[in-house]
């Protein structure tokens, strides 16, 4: 059984900072990309950024240069620093992991976790 579980939302005014974690638990052979996702209210589920276990990364043009995700393999452990948030931002944001299950596994299954709201005043 696999676990994604997020924390360090909040709400914080416009210009503010916040970083959010996110930690894969339970039984697996390896991740192969992690990533932040967020969806507001009446909007569809958006990638915010990604980061593959190879070390590259990926953004949403809306968060590009105010967001860095950051990513610890032996840990199994992701982080967002977000900067300079803006209203905009404020949103439900999940964490996504692709799990290979054991050695023998040919593809990788997703999990979500259930998710941390940030909220960000004017």
């Known amino acids: 059984q696999v676990q994604v579980a997020e924390s360090g939302g909040g709400l914080v005014q416009a210009g503010g900072s916040l970083t959010l974690s996110c930690t894969v638990s339970g039984s697996f052979s390896s991740i192969t990309v992690m990533g932040w996702h967020r969806q507001a209210p009446g909007n569809a589920r958006e990638m915010v950024a990604t980061h593959h276990s190879s070390g590259s990364t990926n953004y949403s043009d809306s968060v590009k240069g105010r967001f860095t995700i950051s990513r610890d393999n032996a840990k199994n452990t992701l982080s967002l620093q977000m900067n300079n948030l803006k209203p905009e931002d404020t949103a439900l944001y999940y964490c996504?992991?692709?799990?290979?299950?054991?050695?023998?596994?040919?593809?990788?299954?997703?999990?979500w976790g259930q998710g941390t709201q940030v909220t960000v005043s004017a």
């Open positions: 996504h992991a692709w799990v290979v299950p054991n050695a023998r596994a040919s593809f990788p299954k997703g999990y």
